[in-house]
């Protein structure tokens, strides 16, 4: 249950400290900001007052050694669409770290799209040497949220999340469950480095099951756990075992929606981790 809750925790803790914002500064006028520093990269995003949710004019600064380098508005997909900090260190902290460890700073946006959950994403700027500018990734972590963690303690920082695309996939959202997911950055992109740290994912797997035991007895199916379970499994090479315990436990849980909706229930997850990569 653990994992679960803190990745729904994290996820209420970006919600709230949007709305503590907004209850804070509820009169309109000049400009809110978040800012960071590393070495001589600095950075800062603005944006006006938010006013009934909204956000407008929100802005990305990069100055290097003092020196502008980099000044533009932000697209948002709408108004609704705003930075939030507290991923890294401070509430109003913008993220500036070595993502890939060549001795380059990185700055790190964070945005929330606003909506009961839905969605976060990351704006990773890296600079480019031979044309002396910032270029751009968006990366998406849809309902949930990540975090830097340097896993293998190696001085260079994961970013630890799960795989969103588990939501609403065998279940209600309030029932979906996700397999674990690491990703690094390197060479301006995001690679899913996930399967280079089993012990993490056999930790993940046993909370997911312990957590399926507990719902279980609470009446859910459990679909939704079972399904991140058995993902796990495949990341850590552990497929069959996976379908062993699961065609097992869904067998039990089993009573009132018979043979065909059990065949269809599978049928629905080899499908689904073959078109997601687990199957390959
Ligand atoms: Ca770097
Ligand atoms: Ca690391």
């Known amino acids: 249950m653990q994992n679960h809750l803190r990745f729904l925790l994290s996820q209420s803790l970006i919600g709230l400290a949007v709305f503590s914002q907004i209850a804070i500064f509820a009169q309109p006028s000049s400009a809110e900001t978040m800012t960071g520093q590393l070495g001589n990269v600095s950075a800062e995003i603005s944006y006006d007052k938010p006013e009934e949710y909204q956000y407008k004019n929100v802005r990305l600064q990069i100055s290097r050694a003092g020196k502008i380098v980099l000044d533009q508005k932000l697209p948002q997909e709408s108004e609704y669409d705003r930075p939030v900090g507290g991923i890294y260190e401070k509430e109003d902290k913008l993220p500036i770290l070595d993502l890939d460890g060549d001795k380059e700073p990185e700055v790190v946006a964070d945005f ?63 029932a979906s469950a996700y397999p674990l997911q690491i990703w690094q950055y390197r060479q301006g992109k995001m690679v899913d480095v996930t399967r280079r740290y089993p012990k993490l994912i056999y930790s993940h797997a046993s909370e997911l099951w312990k957590t399926y035991t507990e719902i279980r007895q609470q009446g859910d199916d459990g679909k939704g756990f079972l399904a991140a379970y058995l993902a796990d499994k495949y990341l850590l090479g552990q497929g069959e075992d996976g379908w062993k315990r699961v065609r097992q436990a869904y067998t039990k849980s089993d009573a009132s929606g018979g043979l065909r909706q059990r065949n269809q229930y599978f049928a629905d997850i080899r499908k689904f981790f073959r078109e997601t990569g687990y199957i390959k």
């Not at 002396?132 to 303690?153: E, L």
């Open 112 to 174: 929330f799209t606003g909506g009961a959950h839905c969605c976060t994403y990351s704006l990773i700027y890296r600079y480019d040497k031979k044309s002396q500018k910032y270029t751009q990734i968006r990366h998406d972590w849809g309902n949930g949220a990540y975090r830097f963690k340097d896993i293998d303690k190696d001085g260079i920082v994961e970013l630890e999340s799960q795989d969103d695309r588990f939501a609403y996939a065998f279940t209600a959202y309030a």
